[in-house]
């Protein structure tokens, strides 16, 4: 069974950037069909930001992050990352990295994601 663990996240200046790692152990992400982020406000449920296939590296946005957030794994299949640009306070939220062996057109379903993280906090503020 694999353990993900999140880092890199902060307080941020509206505009500004942040990098966000996700580490396995255990398991490589090559045991798994996808590799997801999702953020979590209070009282709210988890949102859907991007997600990265193992076969293909394929990439999966939210519309409201497309063009300023970028997915991408490196080549030991044990670290996801979330390269976030251009933060908006409306991007506050815990950040969770998941993995998953659902099929490719549930990868936006978070109910699905077999292992999650324990999440880190990114706070933009304007």
């Known amino acids: 069974q694999v353990q993900l663990v999140e880092s890199g996240g902060g307080l941020v200046q509206a505009g500004g950037s942040l990098r966000l790692s996700c580490g396995a152990s255990?398991?490589?992400?090559?045991?798994?069909?996808?590799v997801g982020w999702f953020r979590q406000v209070p009282e709210s449920e988890r949102e859907f930001v991007a997600a990265i296939t193992q076969s293909g590296g394929s990439t999966y946005y939210a519309n409201s992050v497309k063009g300023r957030f970028t997915i991408s794994a490196d080549n030991a299949e044990t670290m996801v990352f979330l390269e976030m640009n251009a933060l908006k306070p409306e991007d506050t939220a815990i950040y969770f990295c998941?993995?998953?062996?659902?099929?490719?057109?549930?990868?936006?379903?978070?109910?699905?994601?077999?292992?999650w993280g324990q999440g880190t906090q990114v706070t933009v503020f304007s």
């Open positions: 255990g398991r490589t992400f090559s045991s798994y069909t996808v």
């Open positions: 998941a993995a998953g062996s659902q099929p490719l057109g549930s990868i936006r379903v978070a109910d699905l994601y077999k292992h």
